[in-house]
Nanobody
Framework: QVQLVESGGGLVQAGESLRLSCAASGSIFIINAMAMGWYRQAPGKQRELVAEFTTRGSTNYADSVKGRFTISRDNAKNTVYLQMSSLKPEDTAVYYC??????????WGQGTQVTVSS
């Protein structure tokens, strides 16, 4: 059974940084995943992609976070990170980790709250 455990959320002031972690457990290796990354959902809004790794290690970022957020991973630890810098109040949301092993296997973490005060 695959589980995703997120950590690292919290309350920060605008301009500060946070690093989120997502550790995958179960009989899987994230290096073999079709995609793994981070989504977020703010109150009253749809869940949106923040950043993700796709096949062959390429990355996708939302335009709103380019240049401020960096996704990275440690394959040996089955963990993906999201380094968030220059945080803005509009980055406030619940951040979810998502792992897609293939088209039929899609997993989500429980979410971690990030709140940025102005």
């Amino acid at each position: 059974q695959v589980q995703l455990v997120e950590s690292g959320g919290g309350l920060v002031q605008a301009g500060e940084s946070l690093r989120l972690s997502c550790a995958a457990s179960g009989s899987i290796f994230i290096i073999n995943a079709m995609a793994m990354g981070w989504y977020r959902q703010a109150p009253g809004k749809q869940r949106e992609l923040v950043a993700e790794f796709t096949t062959r290690g390429s990355t996708n970022y939302a335009d709103s976070v380019k240049g401020r957020f960096t996704i990275s991973r440690d394959n040996a630890k089955n963990t993906v990170y999201l380094q968030m810098s220059s945080l803005k109040p509009e980055d406030t949301a619940v951040y979810y980790c998502r792992l897609r092993l293939n088209w039929m296997s899609d997993y989500w973490g429980q979410g971690t709250q990030v709140t940025v005060s102005s």
